[in-house]
């Protein structure tokens, strides 16, 4: 049985926190487990949480007229899902809905966030983690667009 | 006064003359690849190796470079899988059994498969990036016990777009395959991401593996940043360069990027020798 201090540690954005960060952002989590086909989360509504998924697969979508849900990405074991939470206007950019069988810590996003805001150090040290994060979405999001496998004549 | 002639051998024939070959067998791999099985009408090319490549002679339209993408264990015929996208692929795609066309080679140099025994192995393959790795594949499952770990790792553009769907079932009984695409609709249960989304969970020791990348040139730049992020020293990491091939001999320089010819001196580069090269724009 593992301590929640102990799974988030196994995720690169958590992995390095000294116990006393570990142990404050623990305490704002919780583990979920959630059925394959059920929603995280749903775009447009408030966004106070976030998951580090442990097990399972879960897709972000968004709703496209004349062709339904699209996924825009999966997110699968150590990833983060959710980073609505970290920004106003605090509302979720995209849908999550679980493919394969979540097992999850999912965070009180609004308790990290009164922490960061009460320990400066331990708020920019998160922040600096989740920019990573977000940066190496971002670069995946790149890749996507520029269409890497388009049509070469030959 | 009769001249006695030499005989035809491949030394006189010279690598710039096509060898015909009969399609045996032809399969549609998706909706616009196709795998040709060729055997020579008469005389053969030497045996080819795994990341080696042919000319493939459209007899009236063109010559393109195809990787091989058969099993070198079975051996027989000469296998290519080839995306019909240009005048000369379309025109091969569009060959029935029984058509004849031209080959030369093999030309290029191979994997260095023996760099990977006793190390985890990594195959990265992008779009139609996968089949010069599946001699790989398919000599490791023949070979099994000489590697630890194996991982093939291989991003689409859509699930339409991917290659060998049922073969990759067969093979997650023996190997770690995982499999994503850049877009997908509704249908599709797997994961969507770019390639490189899949080298962070995959199961192997950064610290002693090799891995064999092969896809478009910025798939395999991210890819190897990947790579390096999650510990894989820079020298065992191999790639495999696409640029435009001609003569397949290193004589027309169609496929020079700086100092070194793609036909000749690849396709199979190691990621800290080439990597400089592909910094350069104006190469």
Redesign the interface.
């Known amino acids: 049985m593992h301590t929640l201090d102990e799974l988030i540690v196994q995720s690169p954005v958590f992995d390095g926190l000294d116990p006393e960060q570990l142990e404050l952002v623990a305490g704002c989590g919780k583990n979920v487990a959630v059925d394959a086909g059920k929603r995280l989360f749903r775009e447009g509504d408030p966004a106070d949480t976030f998951f580090l998924v442990r097990h399972g697969l879960v897709a972000l979508e968004t709703y496209v007229p004349n062709r339904g849900q699209v996924t825009v990405v999966t997110v699968g074991p150590g990833e983060i899902c959710g980073w609505s939470w970290l920004v106003p206007p605090h509302r979720w950019r995209l849908t999550a809905r679980v493919v394969e069988p979540v097992r999850a810590v999912e965070f009180d996003g609004a308790c990290l966030r009164r922490k960061c805001e009460e320990d400066p150090v331990l708020g920019y040290d998160l922040l600096s983690r989740f920019a990573g994060d977000l940066a190496d979405h971002l670069q995946s999001a790149y890749m996507q667009v520029i269409d890497v496998y388009g049509d070469r004549t030959s | 006064m009769a001249i006695a002639l030499p005989e035809r051998s491949a030394v006189a024939r010279g690598a710039m003359t096509p060898l015909p070959y009969r399609v045996v067998r032809k399969r549609r791999e998706n909706h616009d690849n196709w795998t040709l099985e060729l055997e020579p009408v008469a005389e053969a090319i030497e045996p080819i190796g795994p990341g080696q490549f042919t000319m493939l002679y459209s007899f009236g339209v063109g010559e393109?470079p195809i990787s091989t993408s058969g099993d070198l264990e079975r051996g027989g015929t000469l296998v290519h899988t080839i995306r019909a996208?240009?005048?000369?692929?379309k025109a091969l795609c569009a060959t029935k059994a029984g058509d004849v066309v031209g080959v030369r080679g093999p030309f290029g140099n191979t994997w260095p498969i023996a760099a990977a025994e006793g190390r985890d192995l990594l195959l990265v393959g992008?779009?139609?990036g996968l089949p010069p790795l599946r001699p790989v594949v398919y000599h490791a499952l023949a070979h099994r016990e000489d590697f630890r770990r194996i991982a093939v790792l291989y991003?689409?553009?859509t699930p339409d777009?991917l290659l060998f769907r049922r073969e990759l079932d067969r093979w997650r009984g023996r190997l770690d395959v995982d499999v994503?695409v850049?877009?997908?609709?509704?249908g599709?249960?797997?994961?969507?991401?770019?390639v490189?989304?899949l080298i962070?969970?995959a199961a192997f020791d950064p610290a002693d593996a090799v891995a064999f990348v092969v896809?478009?040139e910025?798939?395999m730049r991210?890819t190897a940043r990947a790579l390096l992020e999650r510990g894989v020293p820079a020298e065992r990491i191999w790639i495999s360069m696409e640029r435009?091939m001609r003569c397949g001999v290193g004589l027309c320089g169609h496929c020079q990027l700086g100092p070194t010819l793609i036909c000749r001196d690849g396709p199979v580069y190691r990621w800290d020798e080439l990597a400089p090269l592909l910094e350069v724009p104006e190469l």
Do not use: N
């Open positions: 393109v996208v240009g005048a000369v692929t992008g779009g139609v991003g689409g553009r777009d994503t850049d877009a997908a609709g509704a599709w249960t797997g994961k969507v991401g770019v490189t989304k962070p969970p896809g478009p910025i798939m991210f435009t």
